[in-house]
């Protein structure tokens, strides 16, 4: 479908050399995003989404939390991978951020949002090796998942707050 769809814009007489490359851009642009959103990792996110949209958050942000369980610098990294576009590999991460669209051509990224990941990832539990001392310290696994859904649930409310409350005034 992308090839005969570049091949139409390649066709068209009507249009100039950097409206078709423009639109050829956008397309391969479009194609990436679908093929991300199809992978393993993307379904997830698409699952979890649902959990984390009332705080702002995309597929993306659910899959860079998911692996944040890890440890929590894998948050920033899994951003990266996610939203890198191979021909523009060499940008600062910052700026393929702020610049980030969905798949209908809206931003998925904004200051509000940004400060509600940073307040989540400072809350919810600081990584699985940390449960699982938890849960073996104190003799029961019941305190290593009352750890996770109590820290999760907390990270949740102050970053729908932070959300909630800065889409009024910005």
């Known amino acids: 479908v992308l090839i005969s769809q570049i091949e139409q814009i390649e066709g068209n007489p009507q249009l100039d050399e950097e409206k078709k490359t423009s639109q050829i851009e956008e397309l391969n642009r479009k194609a990436h995003i679908e093929q991300q959103e199809q992978s393993y990792i993307g379904r997830f996110g698409k699952a979890v989404q649902p959990v984390l949209a009332p705080i702002g958050f995309d597929w993306k942000m659910s899959v860079s939390l998911l692996t944040g369980m890890a440890a929590k610098e894998v948050v920033v990294s899994t951003l990266g991978v996610i939203s ?18 969905d798949a209908e051509g809206n931003h998925t990224f904004s200051p509000i949002i940004a400060l509600a990941l940073m307040a989540f990832v400072l809350i919810y539990f600081p990584c699985i090796a940390t449960v699982v001392a938890i849960g073996r310290e104190s003799g029961h696994w019941k305190w290593a998942v009352f750890s996770i859904i109590y820290s999760c649930s907390l990270a949740w409310i102050v970053s729908f707050l932070i959300y909630r409350i800065g889409i009024l005034f910005f």
Do not use: P, V
């Open 84 to 101: 890198d576009d191979s021909d523009e590999a060499a940008r600062r991460l910052g700026e393929r951020i702020r610049e980030d669209r």
